[in-house]
């Protein structure tokens, strides 16, 4: 039985040497070697000294950051509304439609519906409000990248708040908890491992963007993204964009270990 069991993984550890190992080991040699082959700390020492790379770091954080945010501020009430109505299956259903379908496509979807003769500025038209450039700002980006992620977020917390006991927020509200103190001490407490699992979900991939950066936030989000996007699509200069794809890599396992540090904890 053992070795039924060992020969159906042999499929599951191919695909993750050839897809997810070796791509990584590829990066990280190309990341320390410079352009003869050599072994070398020349792009590492290039990307530190280099002031826009930390800036496109640090923006990569502010983002992502906001990204995740705003992600969370719509998910967790979608979450219990969701969690606490009939027909949970078919509200979850158009929660995870959206994934279906491309992201380049959804990306164009919303240019038609931010432009200058898009859907948003025709109802601002009929209000008697002018038209107004909502592409290529920050703020668009931030929305539609929040709005990408969200099924990435609902997910975790419904699964968290679906398995909570009502009898403990029946106890609660017997002791004399109001709706706040019952959500505050009781609800958002025993949820938190939905919680992280949805920041997870959403920070890390938020911290690589490019497509959207690129056709709805134009040149005014520069990212790490799409600063790998450049050295590897533009400049050629792959050793340094491997270089960057590693730093991100590494900044993305940082995030995860400490996003799941605590829950180890408890």
């Keep these: ?37 050599q072994i070398s700390l020349t ?6 000294a280099n002031g826009a790379c930390l800036k496109m770091m640090v ?26 109505c009939r027909h949970q ?11 279906w379908i491309n992201l380049l496509l959804k990306t164009y979807a919303f240019i038609g519906l931010l432009g200058q003769h898009g859907l948003v500025n025709q109802a601002l038209q009929f ?33 968290s708040l679906h398995a ?9 509200r017997d002791l ?19 919680v992280r699992a949805g920041v997870q979900a959403v920070f890390i991939p938020s911290l690589s963007l490019f497509i959207i950066t690129r056709l709805i936030g134009g040149n005014k989000v520069i990212t790490l993204g799409t600063a790998i996007e450049e050295y590897f699509l533009t400049t050629m200069n ?9 730093i991100l890599i590494v900044i993305m396992v940082l995030v995860l270990l400490a996003t799941s540090g605590k829950e180890q904890n408890r």
């Design 1 to 37: 039985m053992k070795n039924k069991s060992s020969f159906f993984l042999i499929p599951y550890l191919m695909w993750l040497l050839l897809f997810v190992a070796m791509p990584i080991i590829l990066l990280t040699v190309n990341a320390f070697t410079d352009t003869q082959g």
């Design 164 to 172: 909570l006991d009502k009898q403990i927020v029946a106890a609660a």
């Design 127 to 159: 209000f008697g409000v002018a038209p107004r450039q909502l592409l290529f700002t920050k703020a668009a980006f931030v929305v539609v990248a929040a709005y990408i992620e969200i099924p990435f977020m609902v997910l975790p917390i419904y699964d």
């Design 176 to 194: 004399g908890a109001n709706a706040w103190q019952t959500f505050w001490r009781v609800i958002w407490p025993l949820t938190l491992p939905g």
């Design 59 to 84: 923006n990569s954080f502010w983002y992502a950051l906001l990204i995740t945010g705003l992600t969370l501020l719509v998910s967790y009430p979608l979450a219990l509304v969701i969690a606490n």
């Design 89 to 99: 299956r078919l509200w979850l259903l158009l929660v995870i439609l959206p994934t």
């Design 43 to 48: 792009n590492l020492r290039a990307f530190l």
């Design 238 to 246: 792959w050793h340094m964009g491997s270089m960057i794809g590693v």
